[in-house]
């Protein structure tokens, strides 16, 4: 009797397990069918897109709870051979290099060795002074936030353009209200911020960032384009008159004359602090990962503290750049309500030489996207390039929302 218990207990339990093995197969099957679905709903999605807005290449990644969820590329590295763009494959970020400035700035002040009141002139190495407000001190503080009352009229790719012994013409870089006032997105601020960081910290320029930055989170790139692997370098385009799609070489330019020539301390921005870092989209989402930890990633990496990092990312100074507008910004980073209707974003956009750059995140810090494009359409929507905002909804469709990361 006790024999025949114990078959019909075995019997029971292989019974069991024969089911929950079915139910799991069922569950893992349904489960890539589903991926399958979102995988062909993005494909399907960047494959219009592309075609509607005459995209050269893509690459795309997206953070979802601190973790890289997905990276991908397509289209072209170089048009005229038809190289395939690839995920390791870097691009000039433009504008989202002034947040690598301001990161670094950051760790300065929080060493002590920068105040964000200081006065530029005494930082910069020659007096800075808006003419029509002579006795207004401009500082770090109004750089980084874009209300230092500078414009870029006299150009930024060298700082002779504000330098009173350099430029007899000084006086039109400044705009005729008091510093602090206003906002005004100006180049030249950054390259001035990254000449402070290179006086300041004694490192050129480039080095501090891929030394204080980039190698700490694992990220290739760089400013410095006889230091990159020049196999990489996504090709950028610029549509001509005619639509058609133009190399522009100059986005690589080496500027090896001038680097040999290099004044250490004033020639800084031919390194460009203001947009001159190369990295692939992927690279920059590490560097988001950063950026949503409040300094510090996921696996335990610290590149700021928490209230530099919140200083940074905070609503300093409005820009109504925006339709409906909330648009504010802080250190290098901004915030809108445009990018993604519903959510609140922050991070920064880049454009330059035809590449048009998005790393932007959720104020909740739980998701964030990078999008990279080497040449495209002109087209805008909601105050965005066209590319950004259509495949910043895409993938935030497909792979963010009704999940846990998709907080109000």
Same mark, same amino acid.
């Given at each position: ?7 019909? /207990?075995?019997?029971?339990?292989? +019974?069991?397990?024969? *089911? #929950?093995? $079915?139910?799991?197969? %069922?569950?893992?099957?349904? =489960? ?57 494959? /870097?691009?000039?970020?433009?504008? +989202?290099?002034?947040? *690598? #400035?301001? $990161?670094?700035?950051? %760790?300065?002040?929080?060493? =002590? ?296």
């Amino acid at each position: 009797m006790k024999r025949v218990f114990s078959i019909l /207990i075995c019997a029971v339990v292989a +019974i069991g397990l024969l *089911f #929950t093995q $079915t139910l799991s197969a %069922q569950n893992q099957g349904a =489960g890539q069918t589903a991926q399958c679905t979102v995988n062909q709903e993005i494909e399907s999605g960047i494959a219009k897109i592309m075609q509607d807005l005459n995209v050269v290449g893509l690459g795309v990644a997206v953070v979802s709870n601190g973790d890289i969820i997905y990276s991908n590329s397509w289209g072209y590295k170089n048009l005229e051979n038809k190289t395939p763009l690839k995920e390791d494959d /870097i691009f000039r970020i433009a504008s +989202i290099s002034k947040s *690598f #400035t301001a $990161t670094s700035i950051m %760790q300065l002040v929080e060493q =002590g060795k920068i105040n964000l009141n200081d006065d530029i002139s005494n930082l910069v190495g020659f007096k800075v002074r808006n003419p029509n407000y002579p006795d207004v001190v401009i500082t770090p503080y109004m750089l980084l936030t874009h209300t230092s009352s500078l414009n870029d009229s006299q150009g930024y790719f060298s700082l002779k353009s504000i330098d009173p012994s350099k430029n007899p013409n000084f006086e039109k870089a400044y705009n005729n209200y008091r510093p602090g006032s206003k906002y005004e997105y100006c180049n030249l601020n950054y390259n001035m911020m990254g000449t402070i960081l290179e006086r300041v910290s004694e490192v050129r320029f480039d080095n501090y960032v891929v030394k204080n930055i980039l190698e700490p989170l694992g990220v290739y790139g760089g400013y410095w384009i006889d230091g990159l692997d020049k196999s990489k370098f996504v090709t950028l385009y610029q549509p001509n008159k005619e639509g058609v799609m133009t190399a522009q070489p100059e986005a690589y330019a080496p500027r090896r004359e001038e680097i040999a020539n290099y004044e250490f301390g004033y020639s800084t921005p031919i390194f460009s602090p203001t947009g001159g870092l190369k990295t692939s989209p992927r690279g920059l989402a590490r560097v988001m990962q950063m950026h949503l930890g409040l300094g510090t990633t996921k696996d335990g990496v610290t590149i700021l503290k928490p209230e530099s990092s919140l200083l940074m990312q905070s609503r300093l100074t409005a820009t109504f750049e925006y339709p409906n507008d909330d648009g504010f910004y802080g250190f290098a980073i901004a915030t809108n309500n445009a990018l993604i209707p519903g959510k609140t974003m922050i991070g920064h956009t880049g454009g330059a030489y035809g590449v048009f750059t998005s790393m932007f995140w959720n104020k909740e810090r739980t998701f964030g996207i990078v999008i990279m494009t080497n040449g495209c359409t002109y087209k805008t929507e909601q105050g965005f390039m066209s590319i950004h905002y259509r495949v910043s909804n895409l993938l935030y469709n497909n792979l963010i929302k009704g999940t846990e990361a998709d907080r109000q």
